[in-house]
């Protein structure tokens, strides 16, 4: 099993920052894709960026240019840098790992509320 830890969550204006981290711990090394995913009211959840263990990123259209992923091996740790944000990113952002068997551990989610 893999547990998740998200943080760094908040309130912030349209044109701010925010850092998001995910401390995961258990079965680390059967972890196979760490990413960031969020669901707004009334959508489905949606992907919003991943990082292999072997560092290779991947995201999705509406953030490239403002947001990165990035993770830190010795700490177990996964963050989701979000810059320019806007209303349209808030949503509550959820961090999941997905095992080489292709399962899937979800933390509790972290909310990101952008004002305009």
């Known amino acids: 099993q893999v547990q998740l830890v998200e943080s760094g969550g908040g309130l912030v204006q349209a044109g701010g920052s925010l850092r998001l981290s995910c401390a995961a711990s258990?079965?680390?090394?059967?972890?196979?894709?760490m990413g960031w995913y969020r669901q707004a009211p009334g959508k489905q959840r949606e992907l919003v960026s991943t990082?292999?263990?072997?560092?290779?990123?991947n995201y999705a259209d509406s953030v490239k240019g403002r947001f990165t992923i990035s993770r830190d091996n010795a700490k177990n740790t996964v963050f989701l840098q979000m810059n320019s944000l806007k209303p349209e990113d808030t949503a509550l952002y959820y961090c999941n790992a997905r095992m080489y068997s292709y399962r899937d551990y979800w933390g509790q989610g972290t909310q990101v509320t952008v004002s305009s």
């Open positions: 258990g079965r680390i090394s059967s972890v196979a894709v």
């Open positions: 990082i292999t263990s072997t560092g290779s990123t």
